[in-house]
Each structure stands twice: as structure tokens, then as C-alpha cells.
């Protein structure tokens, strides 16, 4: 008997301007993408649908849709014969149903290549200047750009580019500009200009996430970013930011004192108006740091239980949320691993995502010499924050080239899974009744493991999760304490407000510590790290 299964597909009908919503029944065979699934609309069911492709093979570009609101290329997506959602791509102007204007991102690039003296004699008109900032020739990764299709599905899926106008920057653009390589300044040297496109970059990296063909747009993007800086200047406050370690450590040594200087309305103001740090998100708070009842292993001990850890407690979980670091260690040691903190710094994401590219290369290089040594001890190096884990695991080697921690880290969740599928330990979870909505950060997404820590909390009796399907939190960082990107930061957000209002969890969770933030900001609800709740389930 043949399987169907429904497709909705989002219509425009540029006659008309009306759009409209089409339910279709449409035969499921095995194997099948998203593209054939249109194709076997347009076949038998409706000549009207009008969608792109061409190659068929994901070397064009021409095919990407939103498949369930997220976008996908067409023709190597598949679909399970589950119900689905086909839409045009998100952010770009429709033309006709499934076929978008991609003209606006042509126009920034036309904007950018108007910095250089390459289309002197051609393009009429265009006022030449200086580019605002250049990558070095050196740094661009030909190979990694190379992959690139051209499908704007990088464009469609950033959360910041969305809330922009029309032909502002965006990260195809950036990689349509960097690949070109044959861009030149007036005096005839290669110039690869980088212009606001970085600045605007939160490195919440959705779109390396959403890539089709695996292109490393988180290393053109720091690498764009840290060029920007270096040209342009980089401001007190991005330093401040930038320097998240040092801040934390100067304020954690009276952290009740600070934390109720950091609370003022009036410290906020004055910080807004001198430093240009927004008043309006929450502030970390300082705690004692985890390190002051927890010493730091100077060396890893050579003997010890089968399993491991080197806990890298990031600087959230030592200086700011120390709970969720106790609760760490406490799970862990429950579970009957052996958990050690050796030293280590900043994992280096804020330096980077501040432009501070130098800065956040020799953070890396040191946390690889000091955690080298405990990883040849058999260590597996655990983080319960998600941009670390991604910065030791990936970024690391994608940006700076650093080898060394890729295949031992793991996140927090991550690794209590892997041990239970291998019967290392057994979960025994008790009761935690409790209604609660989990928000994935953005760097546990581009990980692509999935949600780990969804996995271990559906397993505690009477425990509700729901995992919120938001595209970013808006914070991202320390970018949602820059007032001049809050308006877009907030905007960024609403998604989230909206799915913890519809919600009405009676807490919120996340692994990342500025998600937590943005959580409990847009619903004043109780935020906190998922594994607080897997301690009280593991009692
Ligand atoms: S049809 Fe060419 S990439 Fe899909």
C-alpha cells in the first residue's frame, strides 16, 4: 500500500500578492529529499508550484526552502514520511511561492567591492574610498571558502542579519567577498574588505550550524572580526568585555559588595552613558570563586578510578553561577568519576568575540599546554558551559589552527550519555516533579550533538521539559550588553519571550550562563543550569 504523508507548502501568489497555505497528500518512498517531495507535488498534484533547482546534486545553491521553518537546501535534505512544513526562505523577499529575490545581498557586495579600486572603469559612478578594514591574505582559508554554494542558507539562518534592513551585512557576503581573490587597493595589492559585516557579527555562529556544505564561516567571521578591530580600534568597553576573566576576578574578590554595585540603576546608567554598556540586560553575578573551596590540581594523578575528568569550569561556573560547577562536580563524583580541576583560563570566546583575536589565541594555547598533560593521563576535559566546550573541541583547531583537545572534551551531558550507552554507569534518577522549558544555546547547536542534556532529563521520573525550538536568545555573549546592538539583541530575544510566555515553566533552563540571563529577563522567572536538576534527581 503506499505511504503518504501531508505537505504543507507557504504560497505567494505575486499576481494576486496574496499568500496562502497548500496542504498536499504526497507518496513517501524510501530515500526521499525534500526536493523530490516538490517535484512529486508538481508532477501529479499541482503544475502551479513554483520552486528553483538545478543541479540536483547540492552544487548549485538554487534549491534552498525552509523545511519546517529552519533552511535547508532542497535536494539533500531528506524527509521521513512525517507531516512537514515547506516555506520559501526566511528573510528574503518572495517572488513567487518557493522562489526568493536574493538581489539584496548583491547589493551589500557591490557596497563592499566599492571600497577597493577592483571595478575602477566599470561600475560608473562607484565612489571609491579605502576599505573601512582588510583581512590579510594569509589568513583566508581559500580551501575552507572554496565550499561555499551561494545558497544564502548561512544569510536565512542568522538570527541578527533578520532583525537588519534590507542589504545590510551578512555572512554570505562575507564569503562571497573573502573567496573572490580578486579584489585590489589602489597601490594594486590584494584587498579582502571586511566592513561592518563583522561588527554586527554576534558569533552566535547559526550560520556555520546551518551550512549545507560544512563551510568554516566561524573562522572568516573571527578572523573578519579581529581584522575590523585592529583597523578600526577597539573600544574601552569591548575590552572590558573582551576581558571577561580579569573583571571577574578583580569582582569576585568582594563579590556581595559588587553585586549590589552591579544592581544600581544608577551605576548602570552612568555605565551606559560613559561605556555604552546597556542598561538593560542583567549583569552576572560575582560569587566567591569556585576555586576557594575547591583547590586547583596542579598535576594530574597518575592513578585513580577508570574514569576521569579535568573539569574545565569556565569562567561562568568559577566566578559567576558556582552552584552549577558544585552541582557538576557533585553529579559527576555520584556517578563514581574521579574529578580533578587543573589550572586553566578564560576559554578565550569572549577576547574572540570582541575582536581580540591575538588575546584569544594565546588563552588557547595555553589552556591546550596546561590540559595536555591530564588528557595523556587518560582525562577526558568536561565543561558544563557550551561556548567552552565548542572553543576546546572546535575552535581551537578551526580558528587558530591549534591541535590537541578535539577528541577529549566533552560536553558536561555529552559525556554522562556516552558512559551509559557504553555501560560504564548506571543512571538511578528519583522523582523531581517540576514543569520546566530548556533554551539550546546557539554553540551547543553548532557542536551538532544534538540536545544531550534533553536526553538525560526525560529520563527523571515526573519531569517536564520543553525544549524551546528559538533560533538565539539574543544575548549571545556580551553582545546584548552593547547599547548600540541591544535594540537588535532584544529583537533577537522576542522569539524566546514569546515561547517562555506560552509556555509558563516554573523554571528555566540552560547550560549557557548568558541564555540564563535572557531567560530570566524576558519571562522573571528562576533560571538555572540543567544539571542542578539532575543532582537533585541523582539523590
Ligand atoms: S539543486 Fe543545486 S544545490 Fe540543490
Known amino acids: ?123 560608473n559612478g562607484h565612489n571609491h574610498k579605502e576599505p573601512e578594514a582588510v583581512l590579510a591574505e594569509s589568513k583566508i582559508d581559500y580551501d575552507n571558502l572554496s565550499r561555499c554554494l551561494g545558497c544564502m542558507v548561512c544569510t536565512s539562518a542568522c538570527p541578527y542579519n533578520a532583525q537588519m534592513s534590507e542589504n545590510g551585512p551578512n555572512p554570505s557576503m562575507l564569503v562571497t567577498v573573502l573567496s573572490s581573490g580578486v579584489l585590489t587597493n589602489k597601490d594594486g595589492q590584494p584587498a579582502f574588505p571586511v566592513g561592518q559585516n563583522s561588527d554586527y557579527c554576534s558569533l552566535c555562529l547559526n550560520c556555520y550550524t546551518a551550512c549545507p556544505a560544512g563551510v568554516h564561516l566561524n573562522r572568516a567571521n573571527a578572523q573578519s572580526k579581529g581584522a575590523y578591530i585592529q583597523t578600526k580600534g577597539q573600544k574601552l568597553r569591548d575590552r572590558l568585555l573582551g576581558h571577561a576573566e580579569f573583571a571577574d576576578k578583580v569582582a569576585t574578590l568582594t563579590p556581595g559588595l559588587n553585586n549590589a554595585v552591579v544592581k544600581n540603576s544608577l551605576v548602570r546608567k552612568t555605565l551606559e552613558k560613559t561605556l555604552s554598556i546597556s542598561s538593560q ?118 580558528v587558530f589552527g591549534i591541535e590537541g583537545l578535539t577528541d577529549c572534551t566533552y560536553d558536561l551531558a555529552e559525556y554522562i550519555n556516552k558512559l551509559v550507552a557504553d555501560n560504564e554507569i548506571e543512571l538511578e534518577l528519583t522523582s523531581v516533579p517540576m514543569r520546566t522549558a530548556y533554551h539550546t544555546p546557539c554553540h551547543l547547536k553548532s557542536q551538532k550533538i544534538g540536545m544531550p542534556f534533553i536526553e538525560l532529563l526525560e529520563k527523571i521520573p515526573d519531569f517536564k521539559v520543553d525544549a524551546m525550538d528559538n533560533k538565539c536568545c539574543g544575548q549571545s555573549g556580551s553582545y546584548g550588553y552593547k547599547a548600540e546592538k541591544y535594540p537588535i539583541s532584544e529583537a533577537v530575544g522576542q522569539e524566546l519571550k514569546e515561547s517562555m510566555q506560552e509556555l509558563k515553566p516554573e523554571i528555566g533552563l540552560s547550560e549557557c550562563g548568558p541564555c540564563q540571563l535572557r531567560m530570566h529577563d524576558v519571562s522573571g522567572l528562576p533560571v538555572a543550569h540543567p544539571v542542578s536538576i539532575l543532582r537533585r534527581a541523582l539523590k
Open 1 to 123: 500500500m503506499t505511504q503518504t504523508f501531508k505537505v504543507v507548502v507557504d504560497r505567494y501568489n505575486p499576481e494576486t500578492k496574496e499568500a496562502s497555505a497548500q496542504t498536499y497528500a504526497v507518496e513517501f518512498v524510501p530515500s526521499q529529499t525534500v526536493l523530490q517531495t516538490l517535484n512529486l507535488i508538481r508532477d501529479n498534484l499541482d503544475d502551479s508550484l513554483s520552486f528553483r533547482s538545478s543541479c540536483q546534486g547540492a552544487k548549485c545553491g538554487s534549491c534552498a526552502v525552509a523545511l519546517n521553518g529552519r533552511p535547508v537546501l532542497a535536494c539533500n535534505t531528506m524527509v521521513d514520511g512525517r507531516d512537514i512544513t515547506i516555506g520559501p526562505l526566511p528573510n528574503f523577499p518572495v517572488i513567487s511561492d518557493l522562489i526568493v529575490d536574493r538581489s539584496q545581498s548583491e547589493d551589500y557586495f557591490f557596497a563592499m567591492l566599492s571600497q577597493t579600486g577592483s571595478c575602477e572603469g566599470s561600475c
Open 281 to 398: 540586560p542583567s549583569l552576572v553575578k560575582f560569587s566567591k570563586p569556585l576555586t576557594s573551596e575547591r583547590a586547583v590540581d596542579k598535576e594530574p594523578s597518575p592513578i585513580g578510578k577508570k574514569h576521569k575528568v579535568a573539569f574545565f569550569t569556565g569562567c561562568y561556573a568559577r566566578y559567576n553561577d558556582t552552584e552549577a560547577g558544585k552541582d557538576a562536580i557533585a553529579v559527576l563524583e555520584k556517578l563514581g568519576i574521579q574529578v580533578e580541576i587543573p589550572e586553566q583560563s578564560c576559554c578565550g570566546l569572549p577576547l574572540m568575540a570582541n575582536g581580540d583575536m591575538a588575546t584569544a589565541e594565546q588563552k588557547a594555547r595555553s589552556n591546550v599546554a596546561a590540559l595536555k598533560p591530564w588528557v595523556d593521563k587518560g582525562y577526558a576535559v568536561v565543561s558544563t558551559c557550551t561556548s567552552c566546550s565548542l572553543m576546546l573541541k572546535a575552535e581551537y583547531q578551526e
